[in-house]
Nanobody, 124 residues
């Protein structure tokens, strides 16, 4: 079992920055990869950024160059630094973990554990 708790969401103006955190507990060593997803009202949940056990990162095209995923293994914490925020980034952001190897980490259907989500609202 892996427990994920997000924090750091909030409201910000367009062009601003936020940093999301995800505190992981439980069998965190079993995670093959972790990532951030988001879901806006009326839209499907989409992968934003992922990082695997080798430290390889992947980003959705819509956030490349603006968002950075990182992790602090000592603190069992995953981060998402979001810069140059746009109104279209407004969504509920979820931390996620995949424990089964070789799966596509950015696919919501492959996620084994989800956090409860944290809201990000960007006003123009």
């Amino acid at each position: 079992q892996v427990q994920l708790v997000e924090s750091g969401g909030g409201s910000v103006q367009s062009g601003g920055s936020l940093r999301l955190s995800c505190a992981a507990s439980g069998n965190t060593y079993s995670s093959y990869c972790m990532g951030w997803f988001r879901q806006a009202p009326g839209k499907e949940r989409e992968g934003v950024a992922t990082i695997d056990s080798d430290g390889n990162t992947r980003y959705a095209d819509s956030v490349k160059g603006r968002f950075t995923i990182s992790q602090d293994d000592a603190k069992n914490t995953l981060y998402l630094q979001m810069n140059s925020l746009k109104s279209e980034d407004t969504a509920m952001y979820f931390c996620a973990a995949v424990t089964r190897p070789y799966l596509v980490c950015s696919r919501a259907g492959n996620i084994d554990y989800w956090g409860q989500g944290t809201q990000v609202t960007v006003s123009s």
